[in-house]
Antibody, heavy 120, light 108 residues
Framework: QVQLVESGGGLVKPGGSLRLSCAAS????????MSWIRQAPGKGLEWISY????????NYVDSVKGRFTISRDNAKNSLYLQMNSLRAEDTAVYYC?????????????WGQGTLVTVSS | SYVLTQPPSVSVAPGETAMITCGGN??????VHWYQQKPGQAPVLVIY???DRPSGIPERFSGSNSGNTATLTISRVEAGDEADYYC????????????FGGGTKLTV
């Protein structure tokens, strides 16, 4: 059974930093591309970043470029998101999700998410 | 960037058929995935590659995609189908790569 457990969320002041983690079990993340997807309170889903299986390729939505960094440790079967210069609009539940490739494959598995609140 | 447009809400009586649309420029040339999200829960994949159903998803859920519109159809709607539904595509022509529609609230 695939399980994805996000952690590291919390309350942070504007301009602060947080590092999110996603621990996977029942799936070998080294076989997958990994993405972070977020959902602001009462809003829709927004894909924000992905990383290729061997960390060669990464990409980000414009609103987080230069502030967020995605990384992975395949040996630990874990994914990370370093978030710097946080803004109020980054407040959201953050989900990690694997995909089989970088293109058209769906998000078949989701974690329960971790809530990030950016507020003074 | 590629934009997916969904109606904010759809209402249907139990036992009827719900159709949720997802509009996008030539979306018929892309693969569309659909997710169901109930309050306080993570999204669940209900249709992938336009019309395939993951194991465990009832046959009442079906999908189609042609021209500028993809459609999620839920037949014989049940109270438990009440949720938000999101369409999603991969757009290789923009940096956003994976795009979600704005979501549709299905009320039963």
């Amino acid at each position: 059974q695939v399980q994805l457990v996000e952690s590291g969320g919390g309350l942070v002041k504007p301009g602060g930093s947080l590092r999110l983690s996603c621990a996977a079990s029942g799936i070998t993340i080294s076989d997958n591309y990994m993405s972070w997807i977020r959902q602001a309170p009462g809003k829709g889903l927004e894909w924000i970043s992905y990383i290729s299986s061997r960390s060669v390729y990464t990409n980000y939505v414009d609103s987080v470029k230069g502030r967020f960094t995605i990384s992975r440790d395949n040996a630990k079967n874990s994914l990370y998101l370093q978030m710097n210069s946080l803004r109020a609009e980054d407040t959201a539940v953050y989900y990690c999700a694997p995909t089989k490739d970088a293109s058209g494959s769906p998000f078949e598995y989701w974690g329960q998410g971790t809530l990030v609140t950016v507020s003074s | 960037s590629y934009v997916l447009t969904q109606p904010p809400s759809v209402s249907v009586a139990p036992g009827e058929t719900a159709m949720i649309t997802c509009g996008g420029n030539n979306i018929g040339s892309k693969s569309v995935h659909w997710y169901q999200q109930k309050p306080g829960q993570a999204p669940v994949l209900v249709i992938y590659y336009d019309s395939d159903r993951p194991s465990g998803i009832p046959e009442r859920f079906s999908g189609s995609n042609s021209g500028n519109t993809a459609t999620l159809t839920i037949s014989r709607v049940e109270a438990g189908d009440e949720a938000d539904y999101y369409c999603q595509v991969w757009d290789g022509s923009s940096d956003h790569l994976r795009v979600f529609g704005g979501g549709t609230k299905l009320t039963v």
